[in-house]
Nanobody, 114 residues
Framework: QVQLVESGGGLVQPGGSLRLSCPAS????????MGWDRQAPGKQRELVAAINRGGITNYADSVKGRFTISRDNAKNTVYLQMNNLKPEDTAVYYC????????WGQGTQVTVSS
């Protein structure tokens, strides 16, 4: 069984930064794509960023230039560095990994408010 556990969420003022982490544990032989989605209240879940095993990244237009996704394959961990946060970034952030078969974390709340 594979488990993903996000950490690093919290309350931050506009313009601030947070770094999310998501290590995977369990029976893991290889991880292909790692990524982050988010879901704001009353809105559909959306892709924030993804990174494949070769390090190629993909970002939502709304976070380009502010967020950076990275991965540590030795630690089976994906990170999301979020800078210049805006109130519209407020959401529950979920990490996922394709092992294959997609696995999700339980989510971590990010609130951007003054």
């Amino acid at each position: 069984q594979v488990q993903l556990v996000e950490s690093g969420g919290g309350l931050v003022q506009p313009g601030g930064s947070l770094r999310l982490s998501c290590p995977a544990s369990g029976s893991i032989s290889s991880i292909y794509t790692m990524g982050w989605d988010r879901q704001a209240p009353g809105k559909q879940r959306e892709l924030v960023a993804a990174i494949n095993r070769g390090g190629i990244t993909n970002y939502a237009d709304s976070v380009k230039g502010r967020f950076t996704i990275s991965r540590d394959n030795a630690k089976n961990t994906v990170y999301l560095q979020m800078n210049n946060l805006k109130p519209e970034d407020t959401a529950v952030y979920y990490c996922y990994m394709d092992l294959p078969g997609r696995y999700w974390g339980q989510g971590t709340q990010v609130t951007v408010s003054s």
